[in-house]
Nanobody
C-alpha cells in the first residue's frame, strides 16, 4: 500500500505562484511514477506533470513552461511549482502514483484545491 498526502493549495491571483508538495509513504522506493493531476469543475481528471518510470518528466501542453515538477527521492516527495497561474488552472490537484509491480494500479492523494481568481 502507498499513501500520498498533498499540501500547498490555496487562493491566488492571476499571474501568481503556488507550490504544491506530496509526500509518499508505504511501499514506495522511488519518485518515478509519481505525478500531479487535476480535475476542474465538470471536467475529467487530467495529467499535469509526472515522472516516468525512466526518471524523465512529462508535462501537459497547457502548463508547459509555467509549471515545474521536481522531487526528492530521499524524502519520497514531489513538488509542483506553479507560476503565471491562470483562472483556467483552477482545479483540485491530486498527487498520483502509478505502481507497476507487483500489481499495476494507481494510488491517489486526497487532493488540494487551487483557485486562481482576482
Amino acid at each position: 500500500q502507498v499513501q500520498l498526502v498533498e499540501s500547498g493549495g490555496g487562493l491566488v491571483q492571476p499571474g501568481g505562484s503556488l507550490r504544491l508538495s506530496c509526500v509518499a509513504s508505504g511501499s514506495i522506493f522511488s519518485i518515478n511514477g509519481m505525478g500531479w493531476y487535476r480535475q476542474g469543475s465538470g471536467k475529467e481528471r487530467e495529467v499535469v506533470a509526472r515522472f516516468t518510470s525512466t526518471s524523465t518528466t512529462n508535462y501537459a501542453e497547457s502548463v508547459n513552461v509555467r509549471f515545474t515538477i521536481s522531487g526528492d527521492n530521499a524524502k519520497n516527495t514531489v513538488y509542483l511549482q506553479m507560476d503565471s497561474l491562470k483562472p483556467d488552472d483552477t482545479a483540485v490537484y491530486y498527487c498520483g502514483y502509478y505502481q507497476r509491480v507487483p500489481v499495476p494500479r494507481m494510488y491517489w492523494g486526497q487532493g488540494t484545491q487551487v483557485t486562481v481568481s482576482s
